[in-house]
């Protein structure tokens, strides 16, 4: 459908399997490139609602491009009371952050960079989350069976946390799994 983008050879600059997948659920025809060795740290100063954004292009400010490849890097947060929720460093963080998300909202929020050598592009989207109460024994049961080391505030939508913890969402389901399709859908249709 996206017959403008023809020209390019497209790079996805992540090894998220969903942002991946999500990628070519769009149709999109592309190749991975990771991108490591990326000093992810942030100014203090900078809002939140723009952090994803500033890591996503900072992402794709890491990889030097070919005369016709279009680079479309990402990065997704959670936002709980104000904290920037990352993605834990052990079980016992996952388990920290998972209780902490327990019972409340919480913001999910995603940036994405799209760069040819001629120009830039970025956005970022946030969706709510409602989770429902969990307790340890489930916060557990997750941490232990599945992979919330990968995963920004330590759980992924579409997996068993999701099936039984999430009472409602406001806003692109595909956000919370790492990629917001429908923005990033239309800004390509422009390149």
Not at 43 to 53: G, H, K, S, T, Y
Not at 79 to 100: E, S, T
Not at 103 to 125: F, M, P, Q, W, Y
């Amino acid at each position: 459908m996206l017959t403008n983008l023809e020209k390019y050879d497209i790079v996805l600059g992540s090894n998220s399997p969903r942002r991946r997948q999500l990628l070519e659920d769009m149709d999109v025809k592309f190749r991975v490139e990771a991108i490591g060795g990326i000093d992810e740290r942030y100014p203090d100063e900078l809002p939140v609602d723009d952090i994803a954004q500033y890591l996503a292009c900072l992402k794709s400010n890491g990889h030097p491009l070919q005369p016709n490849e279009l680079l479309i890097t990402a990065d997704t947060i959670v936002v709980c009371d104000n904290q920037v929720l990352g993605k834990p460093h052990d079980a016992a963080d996952a388990r920290r952050m998972l209780q902490m998300l327990s019972g409340r909202r919480h913001r999910v929020i995603s940036g994405v960079c799209l760069r040819t050598k001629s120009r830039a592009e970025a956005l970022s989207e946030v969706s709510v989350v409602k989770f429902a109460p969990l307790n340890a024994a489930e916060i557990a049961y997750y941490v232990e069976h599945y992979s919330p080391l990968d995963k920004a505030g330590a759980y992924g939508i579409q997996e068993w946390i999701g099936n039984i913890g999430i009472e409602g969402i406001e806003g692109d389901f595909y956000n919370i799994m790492g990629l917001p399709t429908c923005k990033l859908y239309q800004a390509l249709k422009t390149f």
